[in-house]
């Protein structure tokens, strides 16, 4: 059975002290034992997070993490260095990287292959910008993004891959996908999988909805048969908001 999941990616927001009590009013809350739930806060403050959440059944996930193993890449961080501290999840893909950062779906499975075989699990984000939604071809775009990326991966690494269907335009725009169109892509998105890799496989790979989920969409969003859950930005940066939205995935 695949597990309902909500995540919390911080971006690049909170210094050390807002970090804490962000945590400490997480660790603090009551949370549904049957949603697993992550938080990513920045690559600086990881280990601390660790340590602070080290009773609590909350998760910590890295944001980010380079394609290489080591070496001469300035300011980057490695697998082995976000094992070593405790960390086992890292998202991949997300649009922020692949825009500013011009991260390709080459580079992008490049990573993901490097996670799985050093015992990493992903987050693997995948999403249409407007433009090509206008043009009628986010089926076609999502399509290309997964068969270029994660279905490239062997069949007995997927226990440790949970996929994020995030629609560019609604990214911290305030505009949310409707549940149609979330379901319509997440069911798309099974399907992809069940075509290449059977019908357990599709079941049982979680897939979360990210863009502009809020306490006030997030039960519409999460009762649609094929959400899992859902990787929160902006709204996971304030923890009632975050904990409402965590309780919706729930009770769906
Ligand atoms: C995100 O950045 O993954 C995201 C979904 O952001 P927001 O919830 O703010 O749209």
Redesign the pocket.
């Known amino acids: 059975m695949r597990k309902k999941i909500v995540a919390g990616?911080w971006?690049m927001n909170n210094n050390l002290i807002e970090t804490e009590l962000l945590l400490s009013k997480l660790k603090n809350s009551n949370l549904a034992p049957n949603v697993e739930v992550m938080v990513s806060p920045s690559n600086l403050f990881l280990k601390t997070s660790i340590d602070f959440l080290s009773s609590s059944k909350i998760e910590v996930v890295s944001q980010n993490v380079h394609n290489k193993s080591n070496g001469a890449y300035t300011g980057e961080i490695s697998v082995g260095m976000l094992k070593s501290i405790g960390i086992n999840k890292s998202i991949i893909g997300?649009?922020?990287r692949r825009s500013h950062f011009q991260e390709s779906n080459e580079t992008l499975l490049e990573k993901s292959k490097l996670c799985l075989e050093n015992g990493l699990g992903i987050i693997f984000?995948f999403g249409e910008e407007l433009s090509d939604r206008k043009m009628g071809k986010h089926f076609e775009v999502v399509e290309n993004q997964l068969s270029t990326t994660v279905l490239q991966i062997s069949k007995n690494k997927w226990q440790n891959i949970i996929l994020?269907y995030?629609p560019v335009w609604?990214?911290?725009?305030g505009e949310t996908a409707s549940p149609d169109q979330a379901q319509e892509i997440h069911q798309f998105a099974r399907n992809i999988i069940f075509k290449k890799f059977g019908k357990e496989l599709s079941e049982n790979t979680s897939i979360l909805y990210?863009?502009?989920?809020?306490p006030k969409n997030a039960s519409d969003i999460f009762s649609q048969t094929d959400v899992d859950g859902?990787?929160?930005?902006?709204?996971?940066l304030i923890a009632e908001d975050f904990l409402s939205i965590i309780e919706s995935n729930s009770e769906s």
């Open positions: 990616n971006k997300h649009s922020e984000c994020a995030e609604a990214i911290g725009t990210g863009g502009s989920v809020k859902g990787l929160i930005g902006g709204a996971s």
